[in-house]
């Protein structure tokens, strides 16, 4: 076959010219480390790369909740091991407060400490988050979320927590209403008290559930009765009698009814009257507080009254100590979930990152080698095209 | 047989000689000559005398000068090189486009989940103005990098037209050069020889019309060369040639098509009658390609911004008011076809509008809409990017997430209107919420569980599905049994609703959506109430952020929806690429074929020049002989 020598000289250049943008493209590649620099080089890889990319972004993101969130259940734990410290000071307080030798003046300066340590444990439950917020915010505080009114402490915000995603847990705040405002009063069962009007000294202690099965949820009034001349206690069920009637009073004898026991100590006198109503999930902190603090104030509180006020105080001081407890366990135990999601991120991180790779990162070997191989083609390409093109029949005619 | 005889033979081979000499250092002359054929001197005998012992030659004759030439090729090799020059056309402007999509860091794909990501943070911090600033800086950024992809493509569609343009000029200015030559190669046919050089600058010339634009020709007896376009249309007949029109699409005024104008008559050549050429492939890409990276642009921009948007309008500001919109998109088109029927004054009669119902169910499409003619109350929709046809719609219908609204005039048989949902929606993507402190990041029902709650049940998430047609109250969930049979109150205590909470199913009301998790025991209550502190929830701030993992854009999320029109570009140019050096390696070879048969080696001239060179020499020696011989005879006579 002829070959027109302008043609030849044509498509000897087009493929000097493809060879050379195939090794421009093989240097691109090298020296960016990509397998793929355009859709069209891997269009599946590409998606695929896009993909892992947005994901990885995702993560980084997920990840900043999870720290902030950390963050956050880091503060409110420590504040709830805080606030747990002052309550056992509280506590030890109250113990010292019910010492019987003690005089108003005496009392009075327990009251005081008392006093402070509300007052410390306030600001603790009006903690800032440190980015504006509050710790202890639940769902939208906009000023405190615990306001000090003259009526008692009363809630500013919006209870519940506030979460950061909606996929995972992890709140940003603590349902401080239900952690400061909402142990269970009482023994958790049932919350003894004792009238106010009582005249008598003595007072009833907290009782405690002697059988489980038989305990009804109701009303009780435990009243001290005059039964021929001996004194004795009468248990009223919301209002009817019960098996504890006209049983003689000794100072410390287990008064037990409907799987409930109680002790009733000091000296009452006839017509006194305590009462044992449900536990309800609304003990007060504060109000507890509160309550001792009014009666160790009093300098005209007899005995009983201190002592029952001592003994309630006490009662209400390890409902709510136990209620920290278990918040301050909770906020742990967030913090180990937001550990696992962290290290599930890391995982899922690495995850996108090695899919990336995967799809659009070049394999340096190959490419060297392929690389080499071209530019030797091309290299022998261009020795053949110098020395074939030298070649005519002109330079033989002479 | 006589010295004079002689002589005149010497000089007819000499003569026949020189013009060979001639004709091969013409044919060196021209090697790089585009379109040159290689010519040579036809030679024959010149005949014989009869002097009684025989008939005796007398000499050679030029005939002619022929070039070779070799139809069928030339054919071939303009068909592939049209062929050719439409893949090479479409694959650059794919290029192009490919660049509209990057990925990674400066993709849409980043850009969007950016916007996601800078909710989360506001949810961490909802009333924090600088993170709520970062969140207008991304729906910024998505809307200027949506922006300037519209204009990407536009530019590509801007300079599509102007290459139309400047091939259909190269057209004509060419088919008018043609049939100059016609008459030209009439004229000089007539004088019995055929014109070499013109008919090889005429079909250099059918080889450059048909790298713009695919022809087909036809031989006629004289001579001349009729070259027809299209279906058939005549571009060059004898010695008249017609223009080549670039005419907008009557279904698209915004894109450009050809038209024929012959004789004043102007007839609008299908974009799929053309065929092949360079023309040819920009319409082509103009058809598919690029109507299809608009609409995927649009569909996402159009998925993402009014989910974006109706989730502000969920949720509260700062101000405790519902969002204001975040951004502001161009809107859906429904253009009326060309042809369609108008009134006395020039407007068109009937009237179609579409407006979009469901963000996330649109589709990355055209439409085509025309009236039924088997019914004349609904009309056939047709999908363009698939060629779907829908069961016949009526007026108010909703497909493919917009709805239809026809009239106040119904169009009528034969007309028929281009419906374009979301090609437009990036060109005009503004954002409009310009305060910070109207991002609608708190949710405006707060859910609260009752500290008596006995069971476990916890608000995994209270989520606004709806605006309520009741407006936001104050209701309580209560408990009504162990097995999750429950009453909603309202504020009043009286009943709105009852039902049975089974795990993992949110309880619904009045477009509000109750997900728990734990079990709640009979008794337990949860208080459903407008939010109090708004700059403090973060509940719609959530919301936003899991639009990342919701199926916005056609049901897939916007990040896979983002990979796929990667994947669909990158599809593309690949395939683009492919036809591309498929075609050309044809055309080249064609090309190739076509010159080793017609085409000049210059070896082989070589080789003709010693061997004509020769023969002149060969003659000249005749002469001198005949020279010798004659001075002889005069010699012998002079004594």
Do not use: C
Request: glycine content about 10%.
């Amino acid at each position: 076959m002829r070959v027109s020598t302008a043609n030849r000289y044509e498509a000897t250049v087009d493929s000097l010219q493809q060879r050379q943008r195939d090794m421009a493209e093989a240097q691109t590649a090298m020296t960016n480390g990509k397998r793929i620099n355009k859709p069209s080089d891997d269009p599946t890889g590409a998606a695929r790369a896009e993909r892992a990319y947005l994901s990885g972004q995702r993560i980084a993101s997920e990840q900043r909740s999870v720290d902030a969130s950390r963050n956050a259940m880091t503060l409110a734990e420590a504040a709830l091991g805080q606030a747990g410290e002052l309550l056992q000071s509280a506590r030890e307080t109250l113990v010292a407060a019910g010492n019987g030798s003690y005089s108003p003046a005496e009392r009075q300066a327990q009251a005081n400490q008392l006093g402070n340590l509300r007052s410390q444990l306030l600001a603790l439950a009006n903690q800032g988050n440190g980015a504006g917020g509050f710790l202890f915010g639940g769902q939208g505080a906009t000023t405190i979320p615990f306001l000090d009114t003259p009526a008692g402490v009363v809630p500013g915000g919006t209870g519940g927590q506030t979460l950061l995603s909606s996929t995972e847990l992890m709140p940003s705040t603590v349902d401080g209403q239900a952690i400061w405002l909402s142990a269970r009063s009482g023994n958790g069962v049932f919350t003894t008290a004792a009238s106010p009007a009582n005249a008598g000294t003595g007072w009833i202690d907290a009782g405690t559930v002697s059988d489980p099965a038989a305990l009804t949820g109701g009303n009780y009034d435990v009243e001290v009765v005059d039964n021929n001349g001996v004194l004795s206690i009468s248990v009223l069920r919301n209002g009817n009698a019960t098996a504890v009637d006209n049983q003689p009073y000794r100072a410390g004898q287990a008064i037990t009814v409907d799987g409930m026991t109680l002790h009733l100590k000091g000296t009452p006198v006839v017509g006194d009257r305590f009462t044992v109503t449900p536990s309800a999930p609304d003990l007060d902190v504060f109000e507890a507080l509160d309550r001792s603090i009014a009666v160790l104030k009093d300098p005209a509180a007899n005995p009983g009254r201190v002592a029952q006020a001592v003994n309630a105080g006490l009662r209400d001081m390890d409902a709510v100590m136990g209620h920290m407890q278990a918040a301050r366990a909770e906020a742990g135990s967030m913090l180990n979930r937001l550990d696992a999601l962290d290290g599930r991120n890391q995982d899922r991180a690495v995850w996108a990152s090695t899919v990336q790779a995967d799809a659009e990162d070049l394999d340096m070997l190959q490419a060297i080698s392929t690389f080499q191989n071209q530019q030797t083609g091309y290299q022998a390409a261009l020795q053949s095209y110098a020395m074939v093109q030298r070649m005519s029949l002109f330079d033989y005619v002479k | 047989m006589t010295t004079s005889s002689l002589m005149s033979l010497g000089t007819t081979a000499l003569y026949a000689a020189n013009a060979q000499l001639l004709t091969t250092s013409n044919n060196i002359a021209n090697a790089n000559t585009p379109g040159y054929s290689r010519q040579s001197v036809e030679l024959s005998t010149a005949g014989s005398a009869y002097n009684g012992s025989g008939y005796f030659g007398r000499g050679v004759t030029v005939s002619t000068v022929t070039r070779a030439a070799n139809m069928f090729l030339a054919q071939q090799a303009v068909a592939t090189g049209s062929a050719a020059a439409a893949d090479g056309v479409r694959r650059d402007m794919l290029s192009q486009l490919e660049k509209v999509f990057a990925s990674g860091e400066a993709g849409l794909g980043q850009a969007a989940t950016q916007i996601f990501n800078a909710f989360a943070d506001v949810a961490t911090n909802p009333s924090d103005l600088a993170a709520r600033q970062a969140v207008l800086g991304r729906l910024e950024d998505f809307a200027s990098l949506a922006r300037s992809s519209s204009d990407q493509i536009e530019s590509l569609q801007a300079n599509l037209v102007h290459d139309v343009q400047g091939g259909l000029a190269e057209v004509n200015t060419l088919a008018t050069e043609m049939a100059k030559l016609n008459l030209a190669i009439a004229a000089a046919t007539n004088r019995g020889h055929s014109p070499n050089e013109l008919l090889d600058q005429r079909d250099e010339l059918v080889r450059r019309i048909g790298s713009q634009f695919q022809v087909q020709t036809v031989q006629s007896p004289d001579q001349t060369v009729a070259v027809y376009v299209g279906n058939g249309q005549t571009l060059v007949l004898g010695g008249a040639s017609f223009k080549l029109v670039p005419q907008a699409d009557p279904h698209d005024n915004s894109r450009i098509g050809v038209a024929i104008n012959i004789g004043g008559q102007i007839a609008q050549l299908p974009t799929d009658a053309i065929g092949e050429g360079q023309v040819a492939g920009l319409l082509r890409f103009q058809q598919n390609d690029l109507a299809d990276a608009r609409n995927r642009l649009g569909q996402l921009v159009s998925g993402l911004g009014l989910a974006l948007n109706n989730q502000q309008a969920l949720g509260l500001d700062l101000q405790g008011q519902a969002g204001s919109p975040l951004f502001k998109l161009q809107g859906p088109q429904a253009l009326p076809a060309g042809d369609n029927a108008r009134d006395d004054g020039g407007n068109y009669i009937a009237s179609v509008d579409i407006t979009i119902a469901d963000p996330g169910a649109l589709v990355a499409s055209e439409y085509r809409l025309e009236p039924d003619a088997a019914n004349g109350a609904q009309y056939t929709l047709t999908r363009l990017s698939d060629g779907k046809v829908f069961p016949p719609v009526n007026d108010g219908d909703t497909v493919d997430g917009f709805t239809i609204t026809i009239g106040p005039n119904a169009p009528a048989p034969g007309d028929s209107f281009l419906l374009k949902p979301v090609s437009n929606a990036a060109a005009g993507l503004t954002v409009v919420l310009k305060n910070p402190r109207g991002l609608a990041a708190a949710n405006p029902m707060t859910g609260v569980t009752h500290p008596a709650n006995t069971g476990t049940a916890t608000i995994a998430a209270l989520t606004v599905e709806a605006a309520p047609a009741s407006g936001y109250q104050a209701m309580t969930l209560r408990f009504t049994d162990d097995a999750g049979g429950y009453e909603l109150l309202d504020a009043g205590d009286n009943p709105l609703a009852t039902g049975s909470f089974s795990a993992g199913t949110p309880i619904r009301h009045d477009g509000l959506a109750l997900a728990l998790n734990g079990l709640p025991r009979s008794g337990d209550r949860i208080s459903l109430a407008p939010t109090s502190h708004p700059a403090a929830s973060n509940g719609n701030a959530l919301r936003f952020d899991d639009l990342a993992n919701r199926g916005l854009i056609d049901g897939t999320t916007v990040a896979d929806a983002y990979a796929n029109v990667l994947a669909d570009v990158g599809v593309r140019v690949q395939g683009a690429v492919a036809s591309a050096d498929n075609t050309a390696a044809v055309a080249a070879r064609a090309r190739a074929e076509l010159s080793a048969d017609v085409g000049v080696n210059l070896d082989e001239e070589a080789a003709r020049l010693i061997q004509f060179q020769q023969s002149y020499q060969a003659a000249a020696k005749l002469l001198q002989t005949a020279q010798t011989l004659f001075d002889a005879l005069l010699s012998s006579v002079s004594r």
